[in-house]
């Protein structure tokens, strides 16, 4: 089992965490809502929770939950700019299907 970053977007994540000046990774989970079920979440860590799963990827900690952990195992997060938009791109192996926003997915 493993969560990954690539390395643009485990640079953008250290930027942030250094500007915020705190932080000692990122969270990745999910959250039922949406069209299609299931929305990814993202926060920055400055406390490890008693129950997480922890993965470093390219100079970054990820923490996952481990109820979140069986709908993102063998992610990798990426950080992709298209055009005038920029952001974070879930690259998920587990989904079946997306809604036509974009924004929620299911397995």
């Known amino acids: 089992m493993a969560v990954t970053?690539?390395?643009?977007?485990?640079?953008?994540?250290t930027n942030f965490l250094a500007k915020?000046?705190?932080?000692?990774?990122?969270r990745l989970g999910v959250r039922?809502?949406?069209c299609s079920g299931m929305a990814y979440k993202l926060e920055f860590v400055d406390e490890v929770q008693a129950d997480d799963v922890r993965f470093d990827s390219?100079?970054?900690?990820v923490f996952v939950d481990p109820k979140s952990l069986?709908?993102?195992?063998?992610?990798?997060?990426?950080?992709?700019?298209e055009g005038l938009n920029e952001g974070?791109?879930?690259?998920?192996?587990?989904?079946k299907n997306t809604c036509g926003c974009g924004e929620s997915f299911n397995v």
């Open 20 to 26: 915020r000046g705190k932080g000692i990774g990122l």
């Open 32 to 34: 039922t809502t949406g």
């Open 70 to 81: 069986a709908y993102l195992d063998g992610t990798e997060l990426d950080f992709a700019r």
């Open 88 to 95: 974070f791109k879930f690259n998920n192996p587990n989904v």
């Open 5 to 13: 970053l690539s390395e643009r977007a485990a640079q953008h994540v």
């Open 58 to 61: 390219n100079g970054v900690t």
